[in-house]
């Protein structure tokens, strides 16, 4: 067990020194940027990447970015499975594809959406690339950056890659692959010929970018680790007692640990149990929001064993989460040790901005155990160190102005390092660089015939 010291005021000045200087106004554009954005999810769909990438585009066109999104139809919604084909929303032009979303639940499903929303997105841009000067594409597919190296090999468009989760590594390390396999072999030439050719390449995580160097050293001078973000504006901390979603789960008058987000197989779900059923005779109750791989076999085990202490919900929707993010005493972030620098947990993001305590579950090397550490906002445990998490659970159980004071400092960390307005401001930079290469490149190349 790590149990970061909690803050001090000194600690709070400082923190809100930072904050003055970074919240400042940022500069417009120096170039015409004509960007347009492709990435499978996109509101109304719930995915946590579609949200943020919504989130970053709003924040781009305020600051003198003409974008146009290209997405595909909902798959993960609640109250509609369609959305216009085409539509405006804040100056931004928003292009759906037309490709069913076939059992969005199952690998399989998701597979073979991936690869129809690809197909389809090569066919937009064959008809779209003169609109537009650079592309940014999501690994959401996986596979989905091939289109950018051809559009660039095509049309010379030059493009930028974020990569969210680092494929085939994640397939090899959840035994989906078997590490020698030819595709493995396949899968990493294409990413070596996609990221030489990508004028950028964005990484969520310091531990992210030193995976993609191991694969392909050449790069590493064109990775830039921004990370994910949320809105403290949107997001802001209510007490349980005048929280309505608390009052309708019965979350008020019980020590509540909220695990809020995808439950899938790079997360770590075990110590959470393992730490639930230390505590099942103690006034403390876990809230799961959310779906994944793992939910119904955690559900099936909490029935198994006869807890009672745990409560299960679905996602919620977008106007509902400042409530059921603020619904609880202490939140809980995990990754699976075998997935370490291979993803990243955005709901780390929006438990900060929730104004409350955090546990994070990671292996010893995580970069999450030194962000945690400067954030000052909770405790760090390794994967497996369940009665290391029951005791942390129990010391904010008997003293919540810890809990409360940690809460504040995570708070204050997220407004001067991860709001949208700063965490765009990085995008902006490292999208007119990309241009401004591009543009050099091509001017010497005609002066040179």
Not at 158 to 185: E, F, S, T
Not at 202 to 221: G, N, R, T
Request: one cysteine or more; glycine letters at 6%; aromatic letters at 10%.
């Amino acid at each position: 067990m790590r149990l970061n010291k909690w803050i001090n005021p000194n600690f709070l000045q400082s923190i809100s020194t930072q904050l003055n200087a970074k919240n400042q106004p940022s500069v417009k554009t120096e170039q015409s940027i004509k960007l347009s954005v492709i990435t499978q999810f996109f509101p109304p769909d719930y995915a946590a990447t579609g949200q943020l990438i919504e989130e970053l585009v709003k924040q781009l066109r305020l600051q003198g970015v003409d974008i146009e999104v290209f997405t595909s139809q909902p798959g993960y919604a609640f109250s509609s499975h369609t959305a216009p084909a085409v539509e405006w929303a804040d100056q931004i032009r928003i292009q759906r594809s037309r490709t069913a979303q076939l059992w969005p639940g199952r690998i399989r499903g998701k597979a073979v959406n991936g690869v129809l929303y690809t197909l389809r997105a090569t066919l937009y841009l064959l008809k779209a690339w003169r609109r537009n000067n650079i592309l940014l594409l999501t690994t959401a597919p996986p596979f989905l950056p091939v289109i950018g190296y051809l559009a660039y090999i095509l049309f010379r468009l030059p493009y930028v890659c974020i990569l969210y989760d680092l494929y085939p590594d994640i397939a090899i390390a959840l035994g989906v692959i078997p590490k020698r396999n030819w595709l493995v072999r396949l899968w990493r030439l294409i990413n070596r010929q996609v990221w030489l050719k990508a004028k950028a390449i964005i990484v969520l995580s310091p531990a992210m970018k030193q995976k993609v160097v191991a694969h392909c050293p050449e790069v590493a001078d064109k990775i830039s680790v921004i990370h994910s973000w949320a809105n403290p504006e949107a997001i802001v901390p209510i007490a349980k007692q005048e929280n309505w979603f608390a009052w309708k789960h019965n979350l008020v008058n019980k020590f509540t640990v909220l695990y809020s987000g995808n439950m899938g197989r790079c997360h770590d779900i075990d110590t959470m149990l393992e730490a639930a059923k230390q505590l099942k005779d103690e006034p403390i109750q876990f809230v799961c929001i959310g779906g994944g791989a793992k939910r119904d076999e955690l559900i099936i085990e909490v029935d198994r064993l006869g807890l009672n202490n745990f409560t299960f919900l679905p996602y919620q929707d977008q106007q509902v989460l400042p409530y059921s993010l603020t619904a609880c005493d202490l939140s809980l972030v995990s990754v699976d040790a075998t997935t370490e620098g291979l993803v990243v947990p955005s709901k780390l993001y929006s438990a900060l901005a929730s104004g409350r305590p955090i546990a994070v579950i990671c292996s010893e090397t995580s970069y999450l155990r030194e962000l945690m550490a400067e954030a000052n906002c909770g405790g760090t445990f390794d994967n497996g160190d369940a009665q290391g998490l029951a005791q942390f659970i129990r010391f904010l159980n008997r003293d919540p102005q810890v809990g409360e004071q940690m809460g504040i400092a995570g708070r204050q960390y997220l407004r001067s390092h991860f709001t949208p307005k700063i965490i765009s401001q990085q995008y902006l930079d490292v999208l007119q660089q990309a241009i401004f290469a591009d543009g050099v490149i091509a001017m010497s190349k005609s002066q040179r015939k």
